[in-house]
T-cell receptor
């Protein structure tokens, strides 16, 4: 069982470069999420998709865009990377509110 | 908005010591509460959960009770092991949204020495 798969695992970008983080889940979940994890800040929600065809901003959406390509895939795009976007990014998927959310292994992004 | 506050770490214990990690929450409705664990280099995994007041979640010797009167969900374990060294996150989810949207605390790092 793959669960939630994120690619790449590591990435170094120069300021101003763009990139897309990929996420796919094989659990037939309706909802998918992108979080960033920073020291002392816990995980903060960037964007989420409650169901296929919908996306909404979370707590820290500035500088990011997302695409819910289909039920399985939810990508996060940085159009012009900034050093403040250096972080570990986690994709997650889940179903109803009182059940488990499943996380990918994360993407460690460094912007220099 | 909803928020979660948990004790700062690191928490450093010797093997077989008792553990308590405090977690309190603020929510407008009646959230579900969770503890997630993150081992080094990995993503988060659900450790335990409770969906209504007075529910006790338990797993791998860890326990937490949903206390509505004190808005708390403290994580406890009677005897920790070196393998429990990890970062622990308290989180809540508003059940009224109809889907899983978690609000996390800042995390507490636990270090257990032999």
């Amino acid at each position: 069982n793959a669960g939630v798969t994120q690619t790449p695992k590591f990435q170094v970008l120069k300021t101003g470069q763009s990139m897309t983080l990929q996420c796919a889940q094989d659990m037939n979940h309706n909802s998918m999420y992108w979080y960033r994890q920073d020291p002392g800040m816990g995980l903060r929600l960037i964007y989420y998709s409650a169901s296929e065809g919908t996306t909404d901003k979370g707590e820290v959406p500035n500088g990011y865009n997302v695409s819910r390509l289909n039920k399985r895939e939810f990508s996060l795009r940085l159009e012009s990377a900034a050093p403040s976007q250096t972080s570990v990014y986690f994709c997650a998927s889940g179903q109803v509110a009182n059940t488990e959310a499943f996380f990918g292994q994360g993407t460690r992004l460094t912007v220099v | 908005g909803d928020s979660v506050t948990q004790m700062e770490g690191p928490v450093t214990l010797s093997e077989e010591a008792c553990l308590t990690i405090n977690c309190t929450y603020t929510a407008t409705g009646y959230p579900s509460l969770f503890w997630y664990v993150q081992y080094p280099g990995e993503g988060l995994q659900l450790l335990l959960k409770a969906t209504k007041a007075d529910d006790k979640g338990s797993n791998k010797g860890f326990e937490a009770t949903y206390r509505k009167e004190t808005t708390s969900f403290h994580l406890e374990k009677g005897s920790v092991q070196v393998s429990d060294s990890a970062v622990y996150f308290c989180a809540l989810s508003d059940r009224n949204t109809g889907f899983q949207k978690l609000v996390f605390g800042t995390g507490t790092r636990l270090l257990v020495s032999p």
